[in-house]
């Protein structure tokens, strides 16, 4: 995951967190069947029950994960949110059909989205919070082989881990 210091720039992790895909006889790269791979262990509402390892695409809204590395992400370590965790994914989003938009356009979507619902979350307006947000967000691999168009938002705090969900944090 690659975080930044300057509030209006979403990080460039190049990945998402969910697939649409239908199987249809061909086999998928190595590098997106291996998103596909591990399941959190979450109870009946979908909430994240221990420590697992999973592929970026089984992860959803709601989960508490560990920082990531930049660049492409295959994989990410969810964990229960009241532990302590680096990142909560706190919303998400389809992308239009079509032909592969280009990183800036993806980007530029995301910040749209993810500042406005931003404010939903935690309470206050992301201009005035202390928080942090970037996005998870489709690879032209993705989009074109895997029919990948979902963009998740993610929280974080500047300051470091936190315990509990960042909902209604108002911070």
């Not at 560990?66 to 660049?71: L, P, T, V």
């Not at 992400?73 to 239009?96: G, K, N, Q, R, S």
């Not at 307006?125 to 895997?146: D, K, R």
């Amino acid at each position: 995951m690659a975080t930044t210091g300057t509030r209006r720039t979403i990080g460039t992790v190049a990945a998402t967190g969910a697939l649409a895909i239908a199987l249809t006889g061909c086999s998928l790269p190595s590098n997106i069947a291996s998103m596909l791979t591990g399941e959190a262990d979450r109870d009946g509402a979908g909430s994240v029950q221990s420590s697992s390892e999973i592929g970026i695409f089984n992860l959803q809204v709601g989960d508490c994960k560990m920082e990531d590395q930049s660049g492409e992400i295959l994989d990410t370590t969810v964990v229960p949110c009241d532990e302590p965790h680096d990142e909560e994914v706190y919303d998400e989003f389809a992308m239009a059909d079509g032909d592969f938009p280009g990183v800036e356009a993806i980007q530029a979507e995301a910040e749209t989205y993810c500042v406005e619902s931003f404010g939903d979350f935690v309470g206050m307006p992301w201009e005035e919070s202390a928080l942090e947000f970037f996005a998870i967000y489709p690879t032209q691999g993705t989009w074109e082989q895997a029919d990948d168009r979902i963009v998740q938002c993610v929280i974080w705090a500047p300051e470091g881990q936190v315990t509990g969900t960042l909902a209604g944090a108002a911070r």
